[in-house]
């Protein structure tokens, strides 16, 4: 007796990001995208970036490149669970995705200008750095522009929690009492030496709760 062919399950593909429908070549790919990658496995440029990453004392592990179409993908990017400092490490909340250069900018603005500010103005180190998340499939408001957040370079910070258990966000911060307005203008202004682009407060309306962190070459702070 002949026994019948197995029948296949079909495979549901779920896409994250914009909600768009993968091409057919992404289709194709997405099975053996579906493992964490090793940083061996990475290329010389992501070796690179992990490396010195490595050498901040975060803690990280590589993500696997993700194209979800309409200009919007994850590559190089890791999931950063802790960032280096000079006694301990910092924690990171709520930030997803995020391009590896991008996170090693971020090690160094949170280790040499947030945790020493932190210590200098408000007299305690800090333990946590809340942000709004990293990447996000969106446009740059008010244009048809694609934001740096769809591509998981940019980094939306919310506020700080120090190892006193004082917190001090951006929004309530921004123009409460005096070591508060100093330390976040400090902690701006040292962003502003190492990202791109800083967009904070004073900006616009927009800006109010957070500080716009983008890695890039250029020196926009505002």
């Known amino acids: 007796m002949r026994s019948h062919p197995a029948i296949l399950s079909p495979l549901l593909l779920l896409v994250a990001g914009c909600g768009a429908v993968p091409d057919s070549q992404t289709t194709r790919r ?4 579906a493992a964490m990658p090793s940083i061996a496995q990475a290329g010389p440029q992501a070796r690179q970036c992990h490396a010195e990453l490595g ?3 975060s803690l990280f592990a590589a993500l696997p490149d993700r194209f ?17 400092g000079d006694d301990t490490s910092f924690a990171v909340t709520n930030l997803g995705p995020l391009a590896c250069p991008a996170a090693n900018t971020l090690a160094g603005w949170a280790r040499y200008g947030v945790d020493r500010a932190a210590r200098q103005i408000l007299g305690s180190p800090l333990a946590r750095i809340e942000t709004f998340g990293s990447y996000s499939c969106r446009n740059v408001a008010g244009t048809g522009r694609r934001s740096a957040h769809a591509r998981a370079e940019a980094i939306d ?12 966000s951006v929004k309530d911060g921004w123009n409460a009492s005096r070591r508060e307005r100093e330390f976040l203008r400090t902690v701006h202004e040292s962003a502003c030496k190492r990202f791109g682009t800083v967009l904070g ?16 070459q250029g020196s926009y702070c505002r």
Not at 30 to 33: D, E, G, N, T, W
Not at 159 to 168: M, T
Not at 207 to 216: K, N, Q, R, T, V
């Open 30 to 33: 997405a099975p053996a995208q």
């Open 55 to 57: 050498k901040t004392g």
């Open 68 to 84: 979800y179409g309409a200009g919007c993908s994850n590559l190089n990017t890791v999931r950063l669970d802790g960032i280096g």
């Open 157 to 168: 910070v919310s506020g700080f929690v120090l190892a006193n258990g004082q917190r001090i």
């Open 201 to 216: 407060p004073d900006y616009n309306a927009a800006h109010a709760d957070h500080l716009h962190l983008e890695f890039g």
